[in-house]
C-alpha cells in the first residue's frame, strides 16, 4: 500500500484532509470499519500559496483489524480499504497518464 501511495501522491507539493464525519463500526471478528468523508487538499508544486489547487470531496472506508505479520503499529493492519474520489478534477493539472487516472495495478 506504501508505494502506491508514494506513486499516487509523491508528485504533490501538500496535502491535507479536512474531515466532516467520522464513522467507527466495530465488528464481531475483532475488525474495526471505519467510515470517514473528507475533503483532500491538494497543492500542486507550482503552488506555493496557502490555498490549495483543488479540493475533492472524498469518501473512504477501511476495515482494520489484527495483524498478519509481527512489527505492525499496535499489532493492527488495514484488511480492506476502499477509496472513493472524482479524480477526473485532477485533469487540468496532470497528465492524462498520471497515476491518479490509471485503472489497471501500477505496481506490477
Given amino acids: 500500500m506504501w508505494a502506491f501511495m508514494k506513486k499516487l501522491f509523491?508528485?504533490?507539493r501538500r496535502m491535507r484532509h479536512d474531515f466532516v464525519n467520522v464513522f467507527e463500526i466495530e465488528n464481531d471478528d475483532s475488525t474495526t470499519q471505519l467510515i470517514s468523508?473528507?475533503?483532500r487538499n491538494i497543492w500542486m508544486p507550482d503552488n506555493e500559496t496557502d490555498q490549495p489547487s483543488v479540493s475533492?470531496?472524498?469518501?473512504?472506508?477501511?476495515?482494520?483489524?489484527?495483524?498478519?505479520?509481527?512489527?505492525?503499529?499496535?499489532?493492527?493492519?488495514?484488511k480492506e480499504v476502499w477509496?472513493?474520489?472524482d479524480t477526473a478534477l485532477l485533469a487540468p493539472f496532470l497528465p492524462q497518464d498520471a497515476v491518479a487516472f490509471q485503472t489497471k495495478n501500477i505496481l506490477e
Wanted: with cysteine; net charge negative.
Fill in 10 to 12: 509523491g508528485g504533490f
Fill in 37 to 39: 468523508q473528507n475533503v
Fill in 83 to 85: 477509496l472513493y474520489w
Fill in 56 to 78: 475533492i470531496p472524498m469518501s473512504w472506508i477501511c476495515q482494520i483489524g489484527p495483524a498478519d505479520e509481527p512489527g505492525t503499529v499496535n499489532g493492527l493492519q488495514y
